[in-house]
C-alpha cells in the first residue's frame, strides 16, 4: 500500500537565505518590462534595431519605410496581371491544377481575372504550343504574340457580347412577355 505524499508548492520550497528572487537571477531582472525591451510592438520602429529581426520575420520588408500617399477618392490599380513569359513557364501547373485544359487544337487556359502583358525583351515569349488564353483583359503585344505563334486570346467583353447575340434569337424577342394591362 503506497501512501500519498502532498508536494510542497514552489514558492513556499523557495525559502531561506538567498532565495529573494525565487530562482528569477538578480532582482533587477524581473521588474518591468524594460528588460524584455519594452511590452508588444516597442522598439520596432523607424531607427529601432533591436526587434527588427522579429518585425521582418512577422511582416516581411513591407513594413518599414514608405508607402506613399494618395487622396482618398483616387483608387489603386488592384488589376492582376501576368506576362506571356511566365504562362508558358507555368503551363505545366495550370494544368495540374486544372485551370489550363489540352484540346484538340492546343492548350485552353482560364485566366479570367488576368490582363496578360507580352512581356519585355528580356523575357522574350517563344510560342512552342498554340494557347488558347481566356481573359478580362490584353495589351496588343500580347494579341500579336499568341498570333504569331498560333493561338489567341479571348477578351470576356467580347465573349460576353458574342454569347448575347447568340442566345436570343431575333424571332423571340419580346414574344414572351406578358402583356400588363391598367386599369
Same mark, same amino acid.
Given at each position: 500500500?503506497?501512501?500519498?505524499?502532498?508536494?510542497?508548492?514552489?514558492?513556499?520550497?523557495?525559502?531561506?537565505?538567498?532565495?529573494? !528572487?525565487?530562482?528569477?537571477? =538578480?532582482?533587477?531582472?524581473?521588474?518591468?518590462?524594460?528588460?524584455?525591451?519594452?511590452?508588444?510592438?516597442?522598439?520596432?520602429?523607424?531607427?529601432?534595431?533591436?526587434?527588427?529581426? *522579429?518585425?521582418?520575420? *512577422?511582416?516581411?520588408?513591407?513594413?518599414?519605410?514608405?508607402?506613399?500617399?494618395?487622396?482618398?477618392?483616387?483608387?489603386?490599380? %488592384?488589376?492582376?496581371?501576368?506576362? *506571356?513569359?511566365?504562362?508558358?513557364?507555368?503551363?505545366?501547373?495550370?494544368?495540374?491544377?486544372?485551370? =489550363?485544359?489540352? !484540346?484538340?487544337?492546343?492548350?485552353?487556359?482560364?485566366?479570367?481575372?488576368?490582363?496578360?502583358?507580352?512581356?519585355?525583351?528580356?523575357?522574350?515569349?517563344?510560342?512552342?504550343?498554340?494557347?488558347?488564353?481566356? =481573359?478580362?483583359? =490584353?495589351?496588343?503585344?500580347?494579341?500579336?504574340?499568341?498570333?504569331?505563334?498560333?493561338?489567341?486570346?479571348?477578351?470576356?467583353?467580347?465573349?460576353?457580347?458574342?454569347?448575347?447575340?447568340? *442566345?436570343?434569337?431575333?424571332?423571340?424577342?419580346?414574344?414572351? %412577355?406578358?402583356?400588363?394591362?391598367?386599369?
Amino acid at each position: 500500500m503506497t501512501l500519498k505524499v502532498k508536494k510542497r508548492k514552489k514558492n513556499i520550497r523557495m525559502r531561506g537565505k538567498g532565495m529573494g !528572487t525565487h530562482g528569477g537571477g =538578480a532582482r533587477k531582472k524581473r521588474k518591468k518590462s524594460g528588460h524584455r525591451g519594452g511590452v508588444g510592438m516597442s522598439g520596432s520602429g523607424k531607427r529601432a534595431d533591436h526587434k527588427k529581426t *522579429l518585425i521582418t520575420k *512577422l511582416y516581411g520588408s513591407g513594413y518599414f519605410g514608405k508607402q506613399g500617399i494618395t487622396s482618398k477618392k483616387t483608387e489603386r490599380d %488592384k488589376r492582376k496581371r501576368i506576362n *506571356l513569359f511566365e504562362v508558358e513557364l507555368n503551363l505545366e501547373k495550370y494544368l495540374k491544377k486544372g485551370i =489550363a485544359k489540352k !484540346t484538340s487544337s492546343g492548350v485552353e487556359i482560364n485566366l479570367k481575372d488576368y490582363k496578360i502583358l507580352g512581356g519585355s525583351n528580356r523575357a522574350e515569349y517563344v510560342g512552342k504550343e498554340k494557347i488558347t488564353i481566356i =481573359a478580362k483583359e =490584353a495589351s496588343k503585344s500580347a494579341i500579336e504574340k499568341i498570333k504569331e505563334s498560333g493561338g489567341e486570346i479571348i477578351l470576356l467583353k467580347k465573349l460576353e457580347k458574342r454569347k448575347g447575340k447568340e *442566345l436570343i434569337p431575333k424571332e423571340k424577342v419580346g414574344k414572351d %412577355k406578358p402583356k400588363t394591362v391598367k386599369k
